[in-house]
């Protein structure tokens, strides 16, 4: 693990804000030239800190109102690989994440629809035919707030 000063701690802040802005404008900002910013920047990224830039989509403007989170348990009969589970889960264009957690269930799914029928349609048709699916549970978002907590996300 490398030492991480209170610039690098402010620098990781901002880019998870918005990570486009420029080594430029972020070394104007914290008084670093942009070479020394860049440096900085990269250091953060060899070291596997900063891993890429994330793009994020208004799922909602693009016609997907529903986001709902399913809680999987696996059915132990048939003994389905969790490799097979997450390859067929995954291939689902309306599943955003798959987590394997701990706990009650062994999954957590993000899942967009366009409306509850169509949730409905992708549960019945596609979630519930996966190899291995048992038990679900459905929470269905209703708002979402971003805080900041200790890693600045």
């Known amino acids: 693990m490398i030492e991480l ?12 804000r918005d990570a486009r802005q420029s080594a430029s404008a972020l070394g104007k900002r914290f008084g670093l030239s942009q070479p020394a910013t860049w440096r900085r920047i990269r250091r953060l990224e060899d070291a596997g800190i900063v891993m890429g830039k994330r793009l994020r989509l208004d799922a909602e403007k693009l016609g997907f109102g529903v986001t709902v989170f399913l809680g999987i348990k696996l059915a132990r009969k048939g003994g389905v690989s969790l490799e097979d589970f997450e390859r067929a889960v995954s291939a689902i264009p309306e599943v955003q994440t798959v987590e ?10 993000r899942v967009v629809a366009r409306d509850l029928p169509d949730f409905e349609r992708v549960l019945r048709r596609r979630i519930m035919t996966l190899p291995g699916a048992g038990e679900v549970e459905a929470n269905v978002l209703l708002s979402e707030e971003r805080l900041g907590g200790p890693l600045g996300l």
């Open 100 to 109: 394997h957690v701990l706990g009650l269930y062994d999954y957590r799914l």
């Open 5 to 16: 000063d209170d610039i690098d701690h402010q620098l990781i802040k901002a880019l998870v």
